[in-house]
């Protein structure tokens, strides 16, 4: 049963457009979510974060978007660059502590 | 930020031994850490929590008795595979939250990458 999903599994945009990665989850008690991105064969990075009081929280680039009545969160990053394709992972965590649920990854490569 | 730094960044090991995978949080003390482990083209998935001075909490299908989870100090964690098999050849990866701050960004460690041959 996957607690936190997205469905897209990748994405592939071209410099200086919008990307918009998408996440979705089931779990009511979520309070809080992140945003990772990922290279391969290293840990993840922290990107953004939105605590469930909040419908939006912006960082430079990077805009995270929360509808929590459709459990549904998006990144967007505006302009995209090439140093951004990577795997970004979405993740959310509740009361019961700082564990993480990761969503399945969605992997954008933005093309020059 | 924080910083998790995790060693060794990459094992090769023969079936049947084991591997020790340490990690360390840089700059902060760390009462509970994480252990996720990552499958090729896969999402990261929690094997276990491990707490400072008491015994970990390991997720439902992870053998305790075969991944070791130590976490002696405030900055230290250890997870050993014991008897490792082919099908542990995985990416494996700690992260740890600042201490006493719930629902804050994860920092993680580089990633332990193990092959078992």
């Known amino acids: 049963d996957q607690q936190v999903k997205q469905n897209s599994p990748s994405l592939s945009v071209q410099e200086g457009r919008i990307s918009i990665l998408n996440c979705d989850y089931t779990?009511?008690?979520?309070?809080?979510f992140l945003w990772y991105k990922k290279y391969p064969a290293e840990g993840p990075t922290f990107l953004i974060s939105?605590?469930?009081?909040?419908d939006k929280n912006e960082d430079g680039r990077f805009t995270v978007f929360l509808n929590k009545s459709a459990k549904h969160l998006s990144l967007h990053i505006v302009p995209s660059q090439p140093g951004d394709s990577a795997v970004y992972f979405c993740?959310?965590?509740?009361?019961?502590?700082?564990?993480?649920?990761f969503g399945g990854g969605t992997r954008l490569m933005v093309k020059p | 930020g924080a910083v998790v730094s995790q060693h060794p960044s990459r094992v090769i090991c023969k079936s049947g031994t084991s591997v020790k995978i340490e990690c360390r949080s840089l700059?902060?003390?760390?009462?509970?850490m994480f252990w996720y482990r990552q499958f090729p083209k896969q999402s990261l998935m929690l094997m276990a929590t491990?707490?400072?001075?008491?015994?970990?909490?390991?997720e439902q299908g992870v053998e305790k008795d075969k991944f070791l989870i130590n976490h002696a100090s405030l900055t230290l964690s250890t997870l050993t595979v014991t008897s490792a098999h082919p099908e542990d050849s995985s990416f494996y990866i700690c992260s740890a939250h600042l201490a006493g701050k719930v629902g804050t960004e994860a920092f993680f460690g580089q990633g332990t990458r193990l092959t078992v041959v």
């Open positions: 700059d902060f003390q760390a009462t509970t």
């Open positions: 993740a959310a965590s509740g009361n019961a502590g700082n564990m993480l649920t």
């Open positions: 779990n009511s008690m979520f309070d809080y």
């Open positions: 939105i605590s469930s009081i909040k």
């Open positions: 491990s707490n400072e001075g008491s015994k970990a909490t390991y």
